[in-house]
């Protein structure tokens, strides 16, 4: 009896089951061909009607033709084969703000029938790009091209591409996704910077930085003795063969693990443009730091990451957004995640005062070289050298290399 009575109620739960599957069905097929204001026209065309069968007003029974006319010219409008094939390309995926980008979008129809005419809308971020797809026969396609300028540094999405088909009066519409989203990184303006060669020098752990010393670590090679060279790298075997005195040469080593910070307050800067300026200076530190393959770690707010390349690291940067909730002393979250690092940026914005900045770095291991870029539109490039950081303004963004030379 108990078994009975559990498969009459497990057939009665699939019963609701299957019901609600079907009522949400027919509800998301009605809402997906039917506007809210079709809906609107339809409800008060109903209820005219009705209250015309109570009150004789022919004025009512009016509106309801009216009403039931457009629904029913609106439904003729809308019919239509729209079995597109479609597809959207990019003709960069990475650029740099005040590049140009081109989004191809490929229609084509391969089917048997004939499509009819409708609407191509592709998001662009917040944007839409709306065109006209004309009738297609069979095998025939249509390429759209277009172009918009990156105004602004972004991770922009794009897509997916929809097909809407309707009438004139919004009533109906038949609306589907055809096409993929792709993701266009719009990365920060940098400038080019010459080689960086700050570090713990003579590091076991250290890089060859192409700079030939007479004491180091990595050997490089022999030249002949001059006055005053110290006589305790005279290489006395080269010396007895040749009969000359010969010096050993180096190449400088240093460590050189990187670490750049960013302050993404927005209340560490004067203006937007002041901001974005100090994204590019980050920016630009972290690309060459990656260029000289020096290990590189990267902050700002709540991204803390090692990129490998500097695309990836510029992918990175495309994603810094403002942050009031950023922590304002920095050290706190860089030694967190870079503790050993033998060099450290730091970029802040010009509403930073130096009392700030000096707390701000008294954590810092003291083997360890900080530079503090301070991001200040407008003003006079200038650098600054304090007990334990040195402070540089940067103007403009064109500053930076000239400022990054003498620091060198």
Known sequence: MDTASTAIARRRRRRER?????????RRFFASYVSPLGWAVLAAGLACLIAFALLGWYE?????????VMLLSAVVLSLGNTRFNAAISASNRRVTVGDMVSVLVDIDNKGRT????????????????????????????????????????????????R???GDPFGLIRHEKELAERLTVFIHPKTVRLNTLSSGVPRDLEGQPSGQIVDDDLDFYGLREYEP??????????SSAKTGTLMIRQYEATRRTDTSVTMSVNPDDYATSQEFEM???????????????DRPLFCHAGELHA?????????????AIEPDREDNPNLTE???????????????????????QIKRMTMALPRSASCVVLQADSGANRGIRRFANFTLATVGELDDLPLIMGVLA
């Not at 990129?307 to 990836?312: C, F, V």
């Not at 979250?333 to 009392?355: C, E, M, N, Q, W």
């Open 278 to 292: 100090a994204v590019s200076i980050h920016a630009s530190i972290g690309v060459q730091c990656l260029l000289q």
């Open 114 to 161: 004939p499509t009819t005419n409708a609407r191509g809308d592709l998001p662009i971020g917040d944007a839409h790009e709306r065109f006209t797809i004309p009738m297609l026969a069979p095998g025939q396609a249509k390429q759209t091209d277009v172009e918009f300028r990156t105004v602004s540094r972004a991770i922009l999405p794009i897509g997916p591409l």
């Open 18 to 26: 299957s019901f609600r599957r079907a009522v949400r069905t027919v």
């Open 333 to 355: 979250g860089t030694l967190r995640h870079s503790p050993d690092a033998s060099f450290y940026f730091f970029t802040v914005g010009s509403l930073k005062s130096v009392d």
């Open 60 to 68: 009512l029974l009016v509106f309801a033709i009216v009403a039931a």
């Open 306 to 318: 090692q990129p490998r390349n500097a695309m990836e690291f510029l992918d990175a940067s495309s």
């Open 228 to 237: 005053g060279d110290d006589v305790r790298n005279v290489h006395w075997l």
């Open 163 to 165: 097909i809407r088909k």
